[in-house]
Every structure is written in structure tokens, then in C-alpha cells.
């Protein structure tokens, strides 16, 4: 029996696109495992704590601190246990104003302020995440806006070559123009751009079920 550990990052429920993204590739994970157990949690729901890494770095450097440092190290321990204990990871993250959300940053600062995950051998080195992007606009070569999303490579530069783990991608672009003003002739575009990525998503979640349970050849 494996783990995923399910991330979400969007501060929406309905309408979410990252989220619909993750639910497809979660639903062929669990499709070819159904013995295999999600782990959830919710940074657009509960976000973490703002505090929590500034006083664990101030703590690392000598400074004084309160009563939060206990709650921090708690909070930083946890996370960290969670995604070393999963055999692998879904993480849905929408683009928020060309990056990330502070709270998906928040997370990240508190995985990477682990030794045993930042300097090697990572314990998730070489383990499967999938990233289920959504981007309001347009972002792809070609486009007027080429190089303005600065979270995908953000996330490809911590979780593949920091965290070494092997990273598969689904995006849909395009995901506001039903609702923006001046986008309308962008909508069939974003649709079938939505529509390819739940298929990206859902080969993603089969064959890292397959992997994980030895039947990558099925």
C-alpha cells in the first residue's frame, strides 16, 4: 500500500481549475490502487502561519524569541514528516500574479528548512510529484507574456533539483477568459486547453500508480 500526499493551494472550491486537474489525476491514481491512501492538505483552505519560518531562521541565528518557536518547529516537523512519508505527491497550484501564493511559499520555506531534505541524500529523491498548474492567461512560447510565469520553474527548480524527485506536469492556460472582459475570443482556446490538461493529468496519476505498484508495464 503507498501514500499520496495531496496538496492544494487554490483559495477557491468551486471553479478551481487546479484543483479539477488534481481530482483527475487523483481519481486514475486511485483507479489502479485503490488500496492506496491520500493524505490532504489544504494551503488555500488553512493556510499556514506567516510567522512560522521568519522565527525558526531567527531562532537558527541566535536571535530571542517567544513562545511561537515551539509551535513553529512542531508545524516545520510535520510537513516535513508528511512528504517523507509519501510515496508520492500531488500538488495543485493556480498562478497568482505571475507566481506563487504567499501560503504555497510558506510551505516550501518550512519543507526546505529541513537538512535532511536540502542536503542530500534527500529521502524523496527520485519519487514521483505531479503538478497540476493553472494560469489565467497565456504563457506558452509565442505569447506576449512568454516568461512571466515565475512559479513553474520556481516549482521545477525546488522539487526537482533541490528535493531530486521526478516531476510530471499538467497545465491549462487560458482559465479566465470565460470570465474576462476582452478575453472572449480567448474561451474555445481555454477550453481545449483545460480539456488536454485533465488528460495530461489523468496519464500522470495512472502510470505513477503503475510505478508504484509494479505494474509500470500494464
Do not use: C
Not at 541566535?62 to 509519501?86: M, Q, R, V, Y
Not at 486547453?193 to 505498484?213: F, I, K, M, P
Request: hydrophobic letters at 45%.
Amino acid at each position: 500500500m503507498t501514500t499520496l500526499l495531496r496538496v492544494d493551494a487554490s483559495i477557491r472550491l468551486d471553479g478551481s481549475v487546479s484543483r479539477a486537474l488534481a481530482d483527475s489525476a487523483e481519481a486514475a491514481w486511485k483507479a489502479e490502487h485503490p488500496d492506496g491512501v491520500v493524505v490532504r492538505r489544504d494551503l488555500g483552505l488553512h493556510p499556514l502561519p506567516a510567522n512560522a519560518w521568519p522565527t525558526l531562521v531567527a531562532a537558527k541565528l541566535g536571535a530571542e524569541t517567544d513562545s511561537s518557536l515551539a509551535e513553529a518547529a512542531a508545524l516545520a516537523e510535520e510537513l516535513a514528516t508528511e512528504i517523507k512519508n509519501a510515496d508520492a505527491v500531488l500538488l495543485a497550484v493556480p498562478l497568482y500574479n505571475y507566481g506563487i501564493a504567499q501560503h504555497v511559499k510558506t510551505w516550501i520555506d518550512l519543507l526546505l528548512i529541513d537538512p535532511e531534505l536540502v542536503y542530500g541524500p534527500s529521502p524523496v529523491a527520485g519519487r514521483p510529484v505531479i503538478l497540476t498548474l493553472a494560469r489565467g492567461g497565456g504563457y506558452s512560447p509565442g505569447t506576449p507574456k512568454h516568461g512571466w510565469d515565475h512559479a513553474t520553474p520556481y516549482l521545477e527548480r525546488v522539487f526537482g533539483d533541490v528535493l531530486g524527485m521526478n516531476i510530471r506536469t499538467a497545465v491549462a492556460e487560458l482559465t479566465l477568459a470565460p470570465v474576462t472582459p476582452g478575453m472572449e475570443e480567448l474561451i474555445d482556446a481555454s477550453k481545449v486547453s483545460e480539456s488536454e490538461a485533465h488528460v495530461t493529468a489523468e496519464q500522470h496519476g495512472a502510470v505513477v500508480a503503475r510505478e508504484l505498484t509494479g505494474n509500470a508495464a500494464a
